[in-house]
């Protein structure tokens, strides 16, 4: 009778062990599965936030002040002005050709 406590007791002892490794093998399984959820779960996110913010962009765009631009140009309808002449314009006799310059003849 004392060896067959001993076999039960020795295998019950590794089978405490056998169980307490499948334990673990599903707690890590159990673990990265999760991980694994949490991951495509953050990705969502980032993409529900990324086109949420093109919602809200597409929704709030910009628009020029045509009115503006409109009056602004009839009011100085009359002066030769760009931005690289500013308000005096061009004096007429610098665009005649013909004349001596130190470029050329």
Known sequence: MGVTAAIAAVT???YSIYSGEQ???QQEKSLQMQ?????KAEQAAKQQE???QQSINKANQKQAD???????AQESAGQNQTL????????????????????GA
């Open 50 to 52: 990324s086109q949420s």
């Open 66 to 72: 045509t009115s503006a631009i409109l009056a602004a």
């Open 12 to 14: 019950s002892t590794a």
């Open 35 to 39: 991980e694994q959820a949490n991951q």
């Open 84 to 103: 690289l002449t500013g308000s005096m314009g061009i004096d007429p006799n610098q665009l005649a050709l013909g004349r001596n310059t130190l470029l």
């Open 23 to 25: 334990q673990q093998k």
